[in-house]
C-alpha cells in the first residue's frame, strides 16, 4: 500500500541501509572528519534497534570470538569491556552508546525495510531514490539522497533448512538468527542441525535445561582452545587511567590476530604455519572431546579454509550423557523428531537451526537499479558469477553508492571492524571533491573494477580459502561453469586493505563535470600567498638581477604543472557524467 499523503519526498545528502557497526561508523565519521551535522544522514532497519548483528543474534551463548578491544571502534575505544570476548547483549549496548554520543538514534527509522534504490540521473539533481516499507503500518514510501551507503550486512538470510518436510513439523523451529526468547527448552528434546560457530556457542548454554539434546553435524569445523576470560577489576582501571593503554591494547590484539595471516597462502612457510596450528588444534580437540567423537569433529582440510571456531565450552559438553552426536544424514523431518538415512527416527519436541546464512549470492541484497536500468544483481550475474566490488565498496554504473563490509572483506582470522572503518574512510575519501562542491557524482571505471576483482579472485586461488577439499560459506560454485566463487573473503593482509583505503588512485574514477568548479584556496593559503608576492615584489624592486631568477622560476613551474595533471593531482575529474 503506499501512503496517500506523501507529496513532497524528504532527501538528505546521506542515507544509509543498516545500523550495525556499519552504519554507526559511517554517521560518525562523517562528524569526525567533515563536521557534517547528523541532520544530513538519514537511516533505515528492518530491526526495531540499534546493533545489527547484535541485535538480531540473541540467541544463547551468542558472543564475539575476536576480542573486543578490536572488534569495535578505533576511535570510541572502550576501556569497560567486562569479558575479552563480550556477549551479544554488551555489545549491542556498546554500539547504542556510541549511536547516542553520536547523536544518531533521532536520525534513524527502525522497523523500516529498504525494498529497492534507483538512480535518478537527472542533469541539475542527480540522486538515489529509496522505497521504503514500513513494516508496522505496511505503508510504502520514498527517500532521496545524493550518496546511499549499503551497510545491510553480509548474515542477514538465515539459510533455509535443506531437510524436507520442515512444515510437517508440529513444535517450534527456531533459526540461530532468530531465536524466540518465548520458547522454554525446560525439560524438552531438542534437535541441533549444524555445528559451526553458531552452533559451538548455542549446544553448551542450552544443554543443561533440555531433556536431550541431539546434534546432527554434516561438515567439520577446526575448534582453538578458548581465549575467553573475565577482564580483571585492575585492568579495567589500568585500561581506564593510563593514557594510551586501550591503544596499546589494541595494538597488540591487532598483531597477535593479523599473525594468523601468515597461514592462509599456499607457499611453503604458510604450510609450515598451517601444520604447527594444526598440530595445536588436534591436540586440543582430541583431549578435550571424548573419543568417540574424534572421527566426527576432527578435520581433515587444511586449517585456514574455514573461519576457526574459538571453544566456548562446547568440546567439553560433548562428555555430558544428555547429548548424542550424529553425522547420520537427516532425510526428513516429521511431526515429531527427525528421520535418519538408517531409518531410525530421532525424537524432537523443539528443533534448533544454527545452519548458517546464505553467502555468496546476490539476492541476499535489496534490488539496486543504477544507470541504464541495470540492477546490482544483474550486474553481478553478467559480469561474474558472484558478488564482487572495486576495493570490496563499489560498482561501475552505480554512482555516489557504497557497500560497507561488502564483497571480499571477510576474514577468517580478524575483526571485520577493521574492515568496515577502512571501508567507510574509503568512501569518505572518494567523495571529497564531492562533498567541497567540486563535483555531484562520482563512479568508478568498469576497467578497474574489472582489474580489481580479477586480481582478488587470482589472488584468492592462491589461498586456503578456496580449496577444493572444504565446504565452506567463503565459496560457491557456478553450476554452469564449474568455477568455483569467493565473494566473501579478502585475499591480502589488513594493513593492505588500510593502506589500498588510504590510497586513493584517482584515475578509477570519474567525478562529474561540476569538478570545473576549482577548489578555492583556503585563508590561510591566501594571506601567505599575499605576504609572499607582496615581499617577492620589494625584492624584485630593489635588486635587478633578481629579475633573470624570477623568470626562470616561473617557466620551471609552468613545466611541472603538466606532469602534475597527468598524475591526477591537479585536475580530478575527465569526463563528466550525471
Ligand atoms: C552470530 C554472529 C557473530 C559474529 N561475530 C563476529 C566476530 O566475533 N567478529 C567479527 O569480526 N565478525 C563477526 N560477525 C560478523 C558480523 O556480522 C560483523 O562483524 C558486523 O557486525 C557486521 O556489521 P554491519 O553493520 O556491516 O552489518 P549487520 O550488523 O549485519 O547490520 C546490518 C543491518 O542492516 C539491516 N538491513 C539489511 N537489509 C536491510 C534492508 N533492505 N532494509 C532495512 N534494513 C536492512 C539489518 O536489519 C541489520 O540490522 C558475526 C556474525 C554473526 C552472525
Ligand atoms: N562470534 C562468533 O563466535 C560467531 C558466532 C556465530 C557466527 N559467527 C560468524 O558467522 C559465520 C557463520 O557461522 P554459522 O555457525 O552460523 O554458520 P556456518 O559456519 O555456515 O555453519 C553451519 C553448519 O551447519 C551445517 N549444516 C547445514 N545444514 C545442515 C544439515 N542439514 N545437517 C547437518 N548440518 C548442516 C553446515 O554444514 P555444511 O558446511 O556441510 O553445509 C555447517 O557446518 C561464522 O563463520 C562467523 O563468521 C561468528
Not at 545528502?13 to 543498516?18: D, M, R, T, V
Not at 569491556?81 to 556510541?98: C, M
Request: charged content about 20%.
Amino acid at each position: 500500500m503506499s501512503s496517500d499523503k506523501e507529496t513532497e519526498v524528504p532527501f538528505t545528502q546521506f542515507a544509509c541501509i543498516g545500523t550495525g557497526f556499519s552504519g554507526i561508523a559511517l554517521g560518525a565519521t562523517i562528524q569526525r572528519w567533515y563536521s557534517i551535522s547528523p541532520s544530513s544522514i538519514q537511516f533505515f532497519d528492518s530491526q526495531p534497534c540499534v546493533g545489527g548483528t547484535w541485535s538480531i543474534n540473541q540467541y544463547p551463548g551468542a558472543a564475539c570470538d575476536v576480542p573486543s578491544a578490536l572488534y569495535s571502534f578505533s576511535f570510541e575505544r572502550n576501556p569497560n569491556w567486562t569479558r575479552f570476548l563480550p556477549p551479544h547483549d554488551e555489545l549491542r549496548a556498546y554500539l547504542t552508546k556510541v549511536a547516542e554520543k553520536y547523536n544518531l538514534v533521532p536520525r534513524m527509522k527502525f522497523n523500516t525495510k529498504v525494498t529497492k534504490a534507483e538512480w535518478i540521473p537527472s542533469p541539475t539533481n542527480p540522486r538515489w531514490r529509496l522505497t521504503i516499507l514500513d513494516l508496522e503500518t505496511n505503508l510504502t514510501s520514498h527517500h532521496e539522497c545524493q550518496f546511499l551507503f549499503s551497510g545491510s550486512g553480509q548474515f542477514n538470510s538465515p539459510r533455509p533448512l535443506d531437510v524436507p518436510g520442515l512444515d510437517s513439523f508440529q513444535g517450534p523451529v527456531i533459526h540461530s538468527a532468530r531465536w524466540d526468547h518465548s520458547v522454554s527448552l525446560h525439560d524438552k528434546k531438542v534437535v541441533v542441525f549444524g555445528n559451526g560457530c553458531t552452533a559451538a556457542q548455542i549446544v553448551p548454554s542450552i544443554l543443561s535445561s533440555t531433556a536431550h539434546l541431539t546434534q546432527i553435524v554434516r561438515s567439520k569445523h577446526w575448534i582453538y582452545p578458548p581465549v575467553d576470560a573475565k577482564v580483571s577489576p585492575f585492568a579495567k582501571k589500568l585500561l581506564a587511567s593510563m593514557p594510551g593503554a586501550t591503544l596499546l591494547q589494541r595494538f597488540i590484539v591487532y598483531h597477535l590476530a593479523e599473525a594468523d595471516w601468515a597461514g592462509f597462502t599456499l607457499t611453503p612457510s604458510a604450510a609450515s604455519f598451517r601444520s604447527r596450528r594444526r598440530k595445536m588444534a588436534e591436540k586440543y580437540m582430541k583431549t578435550t572431546a571424548p573419543e568417540k567423537y574424534h572421527p566426527l569433529l576432527v578435520p581433515e582440510f587444511e586449517i585456514g579454509c574455514k573461519r576457526r571456531v574459538f571453544d566456548s565450552g562446547y568440546l567439553e559438553c560433548l562428555h555430558s550423557e544428555k547429548i548424542t552426536l550424529t553425522n547420520d544424514k537427516a532425510v526428513e523431518i516429521l511431526p515429531h523428531g527427525v528421520k535418519m538415512a538408517d531409518g531410525r527416527v530421532v525424537e524432537a519436541d523443539v528443533l534448533v537451526l544454527a545452519n548458517g546464512f546464505e553467502t555468496n549470492t546476490p539476492t541476499t541484497l535489496l534490488p539496486v537499479v543504477g544507470t541504464g536500468g541495470h540492477t546490482l544483481q544483474e550486474h553481478w550475474s553478467e559480469t561474474f558469477p558472484g558478488p564482487e566490488a572495486y576495493n570490496c565498496t563499489s560498482l561501475h554504473g552505480f554512482p555516489n553508492f557504497f557497500l560497507l563490509w561488502g564483497p571480499n572483506t571477510a576474514t577468517g582470522h580478524t575483526s571485520a571492524v577493521m574492515a568496515i572503518e577502512n571501508g567507510v574512510n574509503f568512501a569518505l575519501r572518494v567523495i571529497k571533491p564531492c562533498l567541497e562542491g567540486r563535483a555531484s557524482v562520482v563512479d568508478v571505471t568498469e576497467q578497474a573494477e574489472r582489474e580489481f576483482v580479477e586480481r582478488v579472485q587470482e589472488a584468492l586461488g592462491k589461498t586456503v580459502f578456496t580449496s577444493e577439499t572444504c565446504n565452506s560459506w567463503y565459496t560457491a560454485r557456478d553450476r554452469e561453469t564449474g568455477r568455483v566463487w569467493n565473494g566473501m573473503t579478502y585475499p591480502w593482509s589488513q594493513a593492505r586493505y588500510w593502506w589500498d583505503c588510504m590510497m586513493i588512485k584517482k584515475g578509477d574514477w570519474v567525478y562529474s563535470s561540476s569538478i570545473v568548479k576549482r577548489r578555492r584556496p583556503g585563508l590561510w593559503f591566501t594571506a601567505f600567498a599575499v605576504m609572499a608576492s607582496g615581499g617577492l615584489l620589494a625584492w624584485v624592486g630593489k635588486n635587478p638581477n633578481s629579475r633573470l631568477a624570477l623568470a626562470l622560476a616561473g617557466s620551471r613551474f609552468a613545466a611541472v604543472v603538466p606532469v602534475l595533471r597527468t598524475w591526477g593531482l591537479g585536475v580530478i575529474g575527465r569526463k563528466g557524467l550525471n
